[in-house]
């Protein structure tokens, strides 16, 4: 098999916003965050130019895209177009993993706010 191999438990975990605590992993073309969400924490509005999925473990998570709030609970998948506007809220404490295509550049920095921690800025 050629490719990489990784342990989600061997990447160092950082808290994105308040109560959301991710693990990021990128491949050549898509980007990966497993999320451990606290009870009440929320993604706030945003876009962005890459598609996303998002497949909840634990827990339920509200998500809204493009006004309309979906509740989703373990085993359901969410695919959210480029560009929608959406948001997302743990009704539980959650776990989850956002897949996104292309690359999430923004996540691969350490040095400045990625997308949710603006739209986080520009709400507050």
Known sequence: MHGAIFEWEDLEPRTVLPGLHGRFLHSGAMSFVL???DAGSAFPRHTHPHEQVVHVFEGELELTV???ATVLKPGMVAVIPPNAV???RALTACRAMD???PLREDYMRNDGPNILQAAAS???
């Open 66 to 68: 493009e006004g309309i």
């Open 35 to 37: 999320w451990v969400m």
């Open 99 to 101: 897949v996104f295509h």
């Open 122 to 124: 520009a709400e507050g």
């Open 86 to 88: 959406h948001a997302g």
